[in-house]
């Protein structure tokens, strides 16, 4: 009885000893970056959507000192390859933006982002083609855990999947966006309310303000 005892303290001791082994090889790694401390870093996306499109211009900052750095004062343009120009215009903290109509953002014409920084320096991308979007075959959605490192236990939220196909082989990459919008229901019910002034249910069907 006593060298079961023992030996269940020794095993206990063991585990301890290399659980704070563990502990002690998390180190903190500081690397000296200094070369990369002043860096242009141009953010844009061009959509097929009409309406505002938005290019950001900033520059890095060192890792001791994570700050945003808005590069502001460029030159910013969109060119496309029929000889069209499209200026850009700030807003005073790194944003570029410009409002495209339908007719401007056509299908299979090709784009190029131009950046003029203060010093001078010229930023051009290639040309790119503007590609019809692949019809959604599906849209599903679940309320599932998420995993990460950060929260080991997971996360509870909702998942959700898109499946597409493009018959024409080109897409290589997708992009989605959502909207999140909310209806609540509230459990009690509702006999007026005030927009200005006391209005009772009945008054604002008869109003036609309300339906049902």
């Given at each position: 009885m006593m060298q079961s005892q023992k030996n269940y303290i020794v095993a206990v001791f063991a585990i301890l000893s290399v659980i704070g082994g563990l502990y002690s090889c998390v180190?903190?790694?500081?690397?000296?970056?200094?070369?990369?401390?002043?860096?242009?870093?141009?953010?844009?996306?061009?959509?097929?959507?009409?309406?505002?499109?938005?290019?950001?211009?900033?520059?890095?900052?060192?890792?001791?000192?994570?700050?945003?750095?808005?590069?502001?004062?460029?030159?910013?343009?969109?060119?496309?390859?029929?000889g069209n120009i499209y200026d850009l215009t700030g807003d005073g903290n790194g944003n570029y933006t410009t409002e495209f109509s339908s007719e401007q953002l056509q299908h299979g014409t090709s784009y190029m982002l131009r950046v003029i920084?203060?010093?001078?320096?010229?930023?051009?991308?290639?040309?790119?083609?503007?590609?019809?979007?692949?019809?959604?075959?599906?849209?599903?959605?679940?309320?599932?855990?998420?995993?990460?490192?950060?929260?080991?236990?997971?996360?509870?939220?909702?998942?959700?999947?898109?499946?597409?196909?493009d018959h024409s082989g080109k897409t290589r990459y997708y992009r989605w966006s959502m909207q999140e919008t909310w209806e609540y229901h509230s459990i009690y019910k509702v006999g007026a309310m005030w927009d200005g002034s006391y209005m009772t249910i009945t008054t604002l069907r008869k109003t036609g303000r309300l339906a049902g």
């Open positions: 180190e903190p790694f500081s690397p000296s970056v200094k070369k990369y401390n002043d860096i242009i870093v141009i953010d844009g996306t061009l959509t097929g959507e009409q309406g505002i499109q938005r290019v950001t211009v900033s520059r890095t900052s060192s890792l001791t000192d994570s700050i945003y750095k808005p590069e502001n004062g460029c030159t910013v343009t969109i060119l496309d390859d029929q920084d203060n010093g001078g320096d010229v930023f051009e991308s290639d040309y790119q083609e503007l590609l019809s979007p692949p019809t959604i075959d599906s849209l599903t959605a679940g309320y599932e855990p998420k995993y990460t490192a950060e929260v080991p236990e997971g996360l509870n939220g909702c998942q959700f999947y898109v499946n597409t196909s």
